[in-house]
Structure formats: structure tokens, C-alpha cells
Nanobody, 126 residues
Framework: QVQLVESGGGLVQAGGSLRLSCAASGRTFSLYAKGWFRQAPGKERELVAGIEWSGGITIYADSVKGRFTISRDNAKDTVYLQMNSLKAEDTAVYYC???????????????????WGRGTQVTISS
């Protein structure tokens, strides 16, 4: 079964840090662009950060610039999201996604995703 599996979510106090990981299972996604998205209750799923297939170019939502860092290790077929200085408004389910095809450029919105993980809950207490 082809999967992207997120891990690393949890409950942390405001100002704290978390590191999310997204590992591939069942096939390789090392040549796919990837992105981290989040969805809070009652809100649409939104892009948090994206990274093109080689890892050389990244994009961030304005709300997380300077606090979050996306990176990838293609040898491990894993993408990471380091989240620092967390705020209550960062509370959401975080999803990992991979582009629809290989050698993908930056993903800017959910329509660019071909494969989704099941998500991991991130809760920030104020």
C-alpha cells in the first residue's frame, strides 16, 4: 500500500518546538515535490511549506516564515518540518503531501498534491 506517514505531532506549550517527519512507504517519493499543509477545525486546508524535488527551493506561508523550516532527505525518502516559536494559532492537523508527478516544482496549493498522508495532530497550549 502506497503511503506517506506523518509523525512527530503532539501537545506543546506556546513558544515551544516540534519536528514533524513524513516517511514514504510502499513506493519511493524521493523525486517528488512535497509539501506540508495544515487544517484547523472549520477552516480550509492550507499550505504551510513546500519543497521542490531536489530540496534546493522552498516556499513558506507568510504566517510561518522565520519560524518553520522544511527540509528533505531523499536517501531516507523523508521530509521534515521543524517548527519553532509555536503559537496557539498553529494548532491544526498537519498533512504531508507529494506532487502528482516526478521532478515536481514547488507546490502552492492542495490541488498540486497527488498523494496525501493521514495527518498528525499538533496542539499548542497558550
Amino acid at each position: 500500500q502506497v503511503q506517506l506517514v506523518e509523525s512527530g505531532g503532539g501537545l506543546v506549550q506556546a513558544g515551544g518546538s516540534l519536528r514533524l517527519s513524513c516517511a514514504a512507504s510502499g513506493r519511493t517519493f524521493s523525486l517528488y515535490a512535497k509539501g506540508w499543509f495544515r487544517q484547523a477545525p472549520g477552516k480550509e486546508r492550507e499550505l504551510v511549506a513546500g519543497i521542490e524535488w531536489s530540496g534546493g527551493i522552498t516556499i513558506y506561508a507568510d504566517s510561518v516564515k522565520g519560524r518553520f523550516t522544511i527540509s528533505r532527505d531523499n536517501a531516507k525518502d523523508t521530509v521534515y518540518l521543524q517548527m519553532n516559536s509555536l503559537k496557539a494559532e498553529d494548532t491544526a492537523v498537519y498533512y504531508c503531501g507529494a506532487s502528482q508527478g516526478t521532478y515536481g516544482g514547488l507546490i502552492h496549493d492542495p490541488q498540486g498534491i497527488g498523494y496525501w498522508g493521514r495527518g498528525t495532530q499538533v496542539t499548542i497550549s497558550s
